[in-house]
Nanobody, 125 residues
């Protein structure tokens, strides 16, 4: 069992930055790939970024490449999402999730076993 708790969301202006954190419970954190997804009102949950258990490999949605960076600190059982140059279209609830799936599958929400409760990010224009 893995419990995930996100933090770091808030209200910012376009062009600003935010760093989201996701703290995980349990002693097997490094055995899970971690992902960030987001869901805007009236839209389906969408993949944002993922990182392998070791942190050596990262994956991004095209919409955030070059602006967002995913990282993890396995000693702290925490995964981060650094979001720069935020745009109003980045407004959503952001969720972190844990998966044992192969890298090619990490863009699919159904491949994740555990989810956090979400943190709201609102970007004003």
């Amino acid at each position: 069992q893995v419990q995930l708790v996100e933090s770091g969301g808030g209200l910012v202006q376009a062009g600003d930055s935010l760093r989201l954190s996701c703290a995980a419970s349990g002693r097997t954190f490094s055995s899970y790939a971690m992902g960030w997804f987001r869901q805007a009102p009236g839209k389906e949950r969408a993949f944002v970024a993922a990182i392998s258990g070791s942190g050596d490999s990262t994956y991004y949605a095209d919409s955030v490449k070059g602006r967002f960076t995913i990282s993890r600190d396995n000693a702290k059982n925490t995964v981060y999402l650094q979001m720069n140059s935020l745009k109003p279209e980045d407004t959503a609830t952001y969720y972190c999730a844990a998966s044992k799936a192969a890298p090619i599958m990490l863009g699919r929400s159904r491949m994740y076993d555990y989810w956090g409760q979400g943190t709201q990010v609102t970007v004003s224009s």
